[in-house]
């Protein structure tokens, strides 16, 4: 999954309807980190997380590539160090990874396709992004 894509925010702000929603959304959250650029994914949290370990070593078949510890293996990338390949490493960047894949990969010969080639639904993908976010982030 450390692959091709470069994420990060696009500049653009969801609007938010009404004074109370637009109140609590201002509030800080501590320790969560939201994936800029992708409004569509929950901010990082452990729920989050096991729900990413169940899609990567199941249903993503991410572990087929990265190795059931995501340590790498010949066809794809150690995803537990804090090296990224082809990404700056943010959960954005991951969340856009895993969806457009790496059709080029920089140091492994094996592409990684669009959801891995997996048929993964969004909260899955948001899921699995957050998973290998935490990785690198403890």
Avoid: E
């Avoid at 692959?3 to 969801?14: E, Q, V």
């Avoid at 954005?92 to 993964?120: D, E, N």
């Amino acid at each position: 999954m450390s692959g091709g894509m470069m994420g990060g925010a696009t500049g653009s702000m969801p609007m938010t309807m009404g004074a109370a929603r637009a109140d609590t959304s201002a509030a800080p959250t501590p320790k969560a980190t939201h994936a800029a650029g992708t409004p569509d994914c929950p901010p990082v949290d452990q729920a989050l997380v096991d729900r990413g370990r169940a899609v990567f070593s199941g249903s993503g078949t991410c572990f087929a590539c990265h190795g059931p510890n995501a340590k790498g293996t010949a066809l794809a990338p150690n995803l537990t160090d804090p090296q990224w390949l082809n990404i700056d490493g943010s959960y954005a960047s991951i969340v856009g990874l895993v969806r457009t894949g790496v059709p080029k990969p920089k140091q492994h010969a094996a592409p990684m396709p669009a959801l891995g080639g997996a048929t993964l639904t969004g909260a899955q993908v948001c899921a699995v992004a957050a998973y290998v976010y935490s990785l690198g982030h403890h």
